[in-house]
C-alpha cells in the first residue's frame, strides 16, 4: 500500500512539473496568448489582468483577475482589514509560505487538576513589570505602581496581585536560579577601596547578630567606599541595608560595546523615581532599621530611561555589565548578592504589601478614577474590584501556605467582605436578573458583568476554601458555588457563536455589544479548561471546546 501511495504522488508531482512547464513554453497557444505580454511574464504563466473590485457597492479596491483558474485574487490587506485575518511571509528551509491565522492568543491545555499552591494559571508566562503601563517598581515597598489611569503613579492592587502570581508561577516553573554572594562580612568578603576621608569597619551588630559592614562618608563627592566588580549575565541585585537619610548605595552598569555607563542610585530617602541622563534614583524609605531590598537593575535602568523618553532597547541583558558598587553618606551594609532571578523574594513584597495596604472593610481600594463605557458614571478613586479581591486572596493563599503564617490567611477571609457588598452600596456584587451573584471587576451602576474579571475572583474563592482544609461549611467555598451556578447559567450569553463577549453591556446598558478581543477571548478559554478540570459539568468543557474552535475560524452553524 505504502509503495503504491508513494509511486502515485511521484506520479502526480511529475504531472505537476509538465502542466507548469508546459504553461511557461507552450502557454502562448490557446486563451493564453490573448492576454497582455507583461502579466503572461510577471505571473509566470498564471496571467493575471488587473480588475477593479467592488466592495458593498461603497467602494473599490484593484484585484487580480485570472481567467484561466477563473479565479479572482483580492489583496491580502483588504482580507486581513476586512475578517480580522492575521497573516504573514515565513521561510522554512529556504522555501517561502505565506501563513494565515483566524486568531491569535495562545490556548493552554491543562495537564495537571489546577492546585492552589501551584502556578496560577499560565502566569508564569507573564512579564508584569515590563509593560509599558508600569512606571517603576517602588524602592520601599518592592512593588509595581502603575500609570493605567493616572500618570502620577499609583498602587494598583489587580497589578500588584499579578506581579506577585507571576513571580510566584516562575519560581515553580524555572530553573534553580544562579546565586553569588559578593560580602556577607562572614564567608564572602571583599576589598572595598575607602577614599582618604571616607570610613569603613567590619563589626558584629548585635541588633541583626551577624558581622556587617559600616561606613561612613564625608560631604565631599569624592568621598566613597567602593567596590570593583565585573559581572554579567546576573543583574538581581539583592543587600540588606540600613543608612541614614541622603545615604546610597550605588550600582554602576557598563554597556560593553558602547562604553556607556548607567548610575543606579538607591537612597534612603522617600521618593519614587528620578532620573536625569545617566543617573537614576530609586528611594528606598528611611526608616532606621535592617531591610532588605532586591531590585532587577535592568528593569531599574530602563524605567529610568523611559521616564526621560528614552527609546526602549533591545536585550540590555546581554550588553551590560555590573562594574562596581559605590556607598556615601553613613550607614550598614550586608548580605550583597547577585542572582539570575529572586522570585519569592518579589512574591512576598507583593503579598507583604496586600496585608499592610488592606482596609478596614478587608477590600483594596482603587485610587484611581476609572472611565469604564460611554454611558455608565465613572468610577471614583477609591473603587473595589472584585477581581482586585480575587487576585489577592490568590496570593495570600499561596503565600499562608508556603509560610504558615497565619497573618496571610486572615487577610484572605477578611477579602471576602468586599465581595459580598452590592455595587450600590460601596462593595462590587451584582446580581442578574435579582437572582445571580456576580463579582464585578468594575463595579458599574448597571452592572456590566465581565467575564474574565468574574471568573479570576472565582479561583481567589477555590484557593482560599482549599488552602483552608476544603471545609464545605466555609464561607468562601459557599461563594464560589454561588459563582460557578451564575457562571454556568449565564455562560451562552457570552457566546456570539464566532467569539465571546468581554461582558454584557449590550444587556444591561442597551448599547452595541462589546465582543471581547482575541486576547481576552484566549483568555476564556484557558479559564474555561481550567474550571473544567474542577467541575464536570458538560458546559465548561464543550464551551471551552467551542470557543477554542472560534478561533480557527468554526462558526456556530446558520439556519
Ligand atoms: C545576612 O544573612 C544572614 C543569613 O541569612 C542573616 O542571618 C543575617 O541576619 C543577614 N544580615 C542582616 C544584616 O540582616
Ligand atoms: C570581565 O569578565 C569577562 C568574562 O566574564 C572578561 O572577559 C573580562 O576581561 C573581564 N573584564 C575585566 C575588566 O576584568
Ligand atoms: C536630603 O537631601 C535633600 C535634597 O538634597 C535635602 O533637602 C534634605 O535636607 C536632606 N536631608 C538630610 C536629612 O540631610
Not at 498564471?46 to 484593484?62: F, K, L, Q
Not at 485574487?73 to 517561502?96: A, N, Q
Not at 541622563?277 to 523611559?306: A, C, F, N, P, S
Not at 499592610?356 to 485610587?367: H, L, N
Request: charged letters at 25%; glycine letters at 8%; a positive charge.
Amino acid at each position: 500500500m505504502m509503495l503504491v501511495r508513494m509511486n502515485m504522488k511521484t506520479v502526480l508531482g511529475a504531472l505537476c512539473v509538465a502542466v507548469l512547464l508546459f504553461t511557461l513554453f507552450w502557454g502562448h497557444c490557446g486563451d493564453f496568448s490573448r492576454r497582455p505580454l507583461g502579466s503572461v511574464l510577471s505571473e509566470h504563466g498564471h496571467g493575471a489582468d488587473d480588475i477593479e473590485c467592488i466592495i458593498n457597492g461603497e467602494y473599490s479596491v484593484s484585484c487580480r483577475r485570472d481567467r484561466e483558474r477563473d479565479d479572482v485574487y483580492v489583496p491580502f490587506s483588504l482580507v486581513h482589514k476586512y475578517f480580522e485575518i492575521y497573516g504573514k511571509i515565513t521561510t522554512t528551509d529556504g522555501v517561502e509560505k505565506f501563513e494565515w491565522s483566524h486568531s491569535y492568543g495562545k490556548i493552554y491545555h491543562p495537564k495537571k487538576k489546577y492546585d492552589p499552591r501551584g502556578t496560577f494559571t499560565t502566569f508564569e508566562n507573564y512579564n508584569v513589570e515590563v509593560r509599558d503601563r508600569v512606571k517603576c517598581i517602588s524602592g520601599i515597598e518592592g512593588v509595581p505602581i502603575s500609570t493605567q489611569w493616572d500618570p502620577k503613579g499609583f498602587f494598583y492592587p489587580t497589578q500588584i496581585a499579578q506581579f506577585g502570581l507571576a513571580h510566584y508561577s516562575k519560581f515553580l516553573t524555572e530553573a534553580e536560579p544562579r546565586r553569588r554572594i559578593i560580602d556577607d562580612g562572614e564567608k564572602h568578603i571583599e576589598n572595598w577601596i575607602v577614599s582618604k576621608d571616607a570610613f569603613m569597619v567590619r563589626e558584629y551588630d548585635s541588633e541583626s547578630q551577624t558581622n556587617i559592614l559600616r561606613f561612613s562618608t564625608s560631604d565631599h563627592v569624592s568621598s566613597q567606599v567602593w567596590l570593583k566588580v565585573n559581572i554579567s549575565q546576573d543583574f538581581v541585585l539583592s543587600a540588606d541595608v540600613m543608612m541614614k537619610p541622603n545615604s546610597s548605595m550605588t550600582v554602576v552598569l557598563q554597556n560593553k560595546e558602547k562604553k556607556e555607563t548607567v548610575y543606579l542610585h538607591y537612597v534612603a530617602s522617600t521618593q519614587l523615581i528620578y532620573a536625569q541622563d545617566d543617573h537614576i534614583y530609586y528611594g528606598i524609605g528611611v526608616e532606621q532599621k535592617w531591610r532588605k531590598i532586591t531590585r532587577d537593575l535592568i528593569i531599574d535602568m530602563q524605567k529610568g530611561w523611559i521616564l526621560q523618553d528614552r527609546p526602549k532597547r533591545r536585550s540590555p541583558r546581554n550588553k551590560f555589565k555590573i562594574s562596581s558598587v559605590i556607598l556615601s553618606g553613613t550607614g550598614g551594609l550586608d548580605n550583597v548578592t547577585v542572582s539570575s532571578s529572586e522570585h519569592m523574594a518579589q512574591f512576598y513584597a507583593a503579598a507583604s504589601w496586600l496585608v499592610r495596604a488592606q482596609r478596614g472593610r478587608g477590600g483594596w481600594p482603587v485610587p484611581a478614577r476609572r472611565r469604564v463605557a460611554a454611558g455608565v458614571a465613572d468610577l471614583a478613586p477609591g473603587w473595589y474590584s472584585a477581581m482586585s479581591q480575587g487576585h489577592a486572596i490568590s496570593v495570600l493563599a499561596r503565600a499562608y501556605s508556603r509560610s504558615g503564617d497565619v497573618t496571610y490567611l486572615q487577610a484572605a477571609r477578611r477579602a471576602l467582605y468586599v465581595l459580598d457588598v452590592p455595587s450600590h452600596a460601596g462593595g462590587v456584587k451584582a446580581l442578574w436578573m435579582d437572582k445571580f451573584v456576580w463579582y464585578e471587576e468594575y463595579p458599574t451602576k448597571p452592572p456590566l458583568f465581565v467575564l474574565n474579571g468574574f471568573i479570576y475572583t472565582l479561583l481567589g474563592l477555590y484557593d482560599l476554601h482549599v488552602i483552608e482544609g476544603e471545609n464545605s461549611m466555609s464561607l468562601a467555598k459557599k461563594m464560589f458555588d454561588d459563582g460557578m451556578t451564575s457562571l454556568k447559567t449565564l455562560l451562552p450569553l457570552f457566546d456570539t457563536g464566532s467569539g465571546s463577549f468581554y461582558d454584557l453591556r449590550h444587556f444591561t446598558l442597551g448599547v452595541s455589544p462589546n465582543i471581547a478581543r482575541w486576547d481576552y477571548h484566549a483568555t476564556h478559554v484557558n479559564q474555561l479548561y481550567l474550571l473544567a478540570g474542577l467541575d464536570d459539568d458538560p458546559i465548561l468543557l464543550n464551551t471551552a471546546k467551542r470557543w477554542e474552535g472560534y478561533m480557527q475560524g468554526k462558526r456556530a452553524a446558520h439556519n
